[in-house]
């Protein structure tokens, strides 16, 4: 029997709809971790992650170095990225817009355009000023010493060249990654 699992987050209307075999991921940015996941099965739990140097929260604006919360989607995979791998998510999500336009942090053009790509499942424009390019990546050449040691990154999800290399077997275009 196939069992579809939601998951709510941030507000009512966000949420990702999950059957008992998908997989997905789970980042919790207060214990450090990922958690992929077969529905609600939790298949593995990578350690040591990075995440933005202004913690984890609603974004405010591009350059806030603030990890989002929200349910997202892989939008697109870099392979030949400078930090190894990136796994770019749907950010900024309907619910991101709809905050951001309440608060005035982006007009209502902006909004729009960012309502019209998810409704079209495309990756949103990345270039408002609730900012983009978040994702998951390694570290390229970056100093491992640097990113056990601290939160580095500009809002992205960091993990060693290792970690990223084995996270990526289970991660594709459309993957959902819910931020908490």
């Not at 029997?1 to 919790?28: G, H, K, N, P, T």
Request: charged share 20%; net charge neutral.
């Amino acid at each position: 029997m196939l069992r579809i699992y939601l998951l709510l987050c941030c507000s009512l209307f966000s949420f990702a709809v999950i059957a008992d075999d998908d997989v997905w991921l789970l980042v919790d940015t207060k214990a450090l971790t990922i958690e992929v996941k077969k529905g609600m099965q939790t298949l593995e739990t990578i350690n040591d992650i990075a995440i933005g140097r202004g913690g984890a929260g609603f974004k405010s604006h591009q350059g806030d170095n603030v990890t989002p919360f929200g349910s997202y989607r892989i939008g697109w995979v870099g392979e030949s990225s400078s930090f190894r791998k990136f796994f770019g998510l749907t950010y900024p999500s309907a619910e991101d817009a709809q905050k951001a336009l309440e608060e005035g942090v982006i007009n209502q053009v902006a909004y729009n355009s960012i309502i019209t790509a998810h409704r079209f499942h495309q990756v949103p424009p990345q270039n408002t000023p609730l900012g983009g390019r978040i994702g998951i990546h390694g570290l390229g050449r970056a100093d491992e010493k640097i990113h056990k040691s601290m939160n580095w990154t500009h809002g992205c999800i960091a993990l060693t060249n290792g970690q990223i290399d084995h996270l990526s077997q289970w991660l594709d275009k459309g993957t959902v990654v819910k931020i908490k």
